[in-house]
């Protein structure tokens, strides 16, 4: 009997870091969402405003980026007029209302309220509208849960050098200042950032998307210092003045693929978390503050073997770390998919780059389902994982998912993305009947969007929008009336429910 028990155990553990290739999981504990749990949807101001210039509104770095280089995105279109969201909120009220979303994660865009970035030139049309969208959430119920910047830098603030360069503090925590002012009497959950990962990687270490600037290895971890010293100033600049009387909480989003070990290797698996969500999330939410100590003394070392006085990621410093760390009341996760990963057999891309100091081989499993995007594949046992892990290694931080969601091509019958939501919401209750403190579920995305330099050719959206007709309705795919359901029932209903 023990050695059946024993034998069952090893089993499951071996099971948990080889993983199950058909997009499903198996339910633990109870089938329902405990009372408080929120679910809602997300979106981001350039993928669905539209309206780039209309009533005053100034340009961010992603409207010059299209427009002055519409052959790096695929179909050489852009956000100019996209779902059209600026000039047709209602039509996603009326989803929301239909789906009965308890919050609406979307973002604002910095130069829609302040044109040029400065926040002594307000354009009082942009306030009206974002005043607008709140006051109609907030008459239907749904929270307002409003991300500060979703990667659209007023270009006049490029101009100063945008994220590399430590002005940027003070901008953005100005800017931070302005939106508590205007509506943190009606908006409780803010988040600073999202995806620092991929502003500052493909902004200012790939050069792959705006402002373009190629230094690996160098700019994103300046890019990544300034923005984490932007989001601890802003943190203690709310506490400091708005915190008693608002009564919000402020987060930071994190994009995030779970790392797998095929050889089970929890040093390799704990090595990449470090350096994958690790470089944000410790400065924050961990006890000690600062980068995480393997990816500083690494750093510094190689450094050091290139001949520099001093390291590419200097330490935050013991201002600066006691500055941000704790200036996060939840952690938000974007989590889309996994990989598997291995030391690098061989040094990895160029010298300096993020990749060669990491130096991890990252694999897929051929047989997992890919979507759309050759980036995603369906693996619900990653978030599970990842929320573990979250829960061990962060003392259980609140978590908000922030992001989740199936890419695909449009089609209404999209039993794909039902498949995808349905595991990867098991793959939550999972976590929180194992004890994580995971607090709201947003689906990506509420309608079809301009997704960055895939353009609109991939969707993921619960509802599909036209984007060559004028009216742009919003129709719903089979996945919305399936979310609809979790959200009426607090649960994982099966997948025929609906059929
Ligand atoms: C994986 O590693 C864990 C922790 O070191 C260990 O308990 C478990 O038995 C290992 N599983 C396999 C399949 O090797
Ligand atoms: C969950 O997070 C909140 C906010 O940080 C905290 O107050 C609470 O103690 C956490 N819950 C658990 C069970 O750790």
């Known amino acids: 009997m023990w050695s059946l028990i024993l034998f069952v155990a090893i089993g499951l553990f071996g099971s948990e870091s080889f993983v199950k290739a058909n997009c499903t999981i198996e339910a633990k504990g109870n089938l329902k969402f405990p009372k408080k749990f929120n679910f809602g949807v997300a979106t981001s101001a350039y993928q669905i405003e539209g309206g780039w210039n209309a009533d005053g509104k100034g340009p961010s770095i992603w409207d010059e980026f299209t427009h002055n280089y519409p052959e790096r995105i695929i179909d050489g279109s852009n956000g100019d007029s996209a779902a059209e ?38 354009n009082q049309k942009g306030i009206d509208y974002y005043n607008m969208v709140i006051n109609k959430l907030r008459e239907n119920k749904i929270e307002p849960m409003v991300t500060m910047y979703h990667w659209d830098l007023p270009v006049a603030l490029q101009k100063f050098g945008g994220f590399a360069n430590a002005l940027i503090i003070d901008q953005f925590s100005d800017y931070a200042e302005e939106l508590f002012k205007l509506f943190g009497d009606r908006v409780k959950t803010w988040i600073t950032f ?3 990962n991929n502003i500052c990687k493909a902004g200012y270490g790939t050069g792959y998307a705006p402002p373009l600037i190629q230094a690996p290895g160098v700019g994103d971890y300046i890019c990544f210092t300034n923005l984490l010293k932007a989001h601890g100033t802003t943190y203690r600049l709310y506490q400091k003045k708005f915190a008693k009387k608002q009564k919000g909480k402020i987060g930071i989003t994190l994009d995030i693929f779970y790392l797998f070990s095929k050889t089970n290797n929890t040093d390799d698996v704990n090595r990449a978390m470090d350096y994958n969500l690790g470089l944000l999330a410790y400065p924050i939410f961990s006890k000690s503050g600062d980068f995480p100590p393997i990816v500083l003394k690494e750093i510094e070392k190689s450094s050091m073997e290139e001949g520099r006085a001093k390291s590419r990621l200097p330490s935050l410093g013991e201002y600066w770390t006691k500055i941000i760390k704790g200036s996060g009341d939840f952690i938000g996760i974007n989590y889309y998919t996994s990989r598997y990963v291995k030391p690098a057999t061989e040094p990895m891309g160029e010298n300096p780059s993020m990749e060669r100091d990491i130096n991890i081989q990252m694999d897929v499993d051929p047989n997992w389902p890919r979507a759309k995007a050759d980036w995603v594949y369906c693996i619900p046992q990653g978030l599970e994982s990842l929320l573990k892990y979250l829960r061990d290694e962060y003392n259980n931080v609140e978590v908000k998912i922030t992001e989740n969601g199936w890419v695909d091509s449009g089609e209404l019958n999209d039993d794909n993305r039902i498949r995808y939501f349905k595991s990867h919401i098991q793959a939550v209750l999972n976590a929180i009947n194992d004890g994580c403190n995971v607090t709201s579920y947003s689906a990506w995305s509420l309608v079809d969007n301009f997704e960055w330099l895939q353009g609109y050719t991939e969707k993921f959206g619960l509802y599909s929008v036209n984007m060559k007709s004028t009216k742009k309705g919003r129709i719903p795919k089979k996945s919305a009336l399936y979310y609809k359901k979790v959200i009426a029932t607090r649960s994982v209903p099966v997948f025929e429910y609906l059929y």
């Not at 979307?106 to 030139?121: E, Q």
Request: charged share 25%.
């Open 85 to 122: 969201s600026y000039r047709l909120f209602e039509l996603d009220l009326q989803a929301l209302k239909q789906l009965g979303a308890k919050h609406y994660r979307f973002s604002i865009a910095w130069t829609r309220i302040f044109p040029t970035g400065d926040v002594h030139l307000k």
């Open 194 to 196: 999202n995806e620092p």
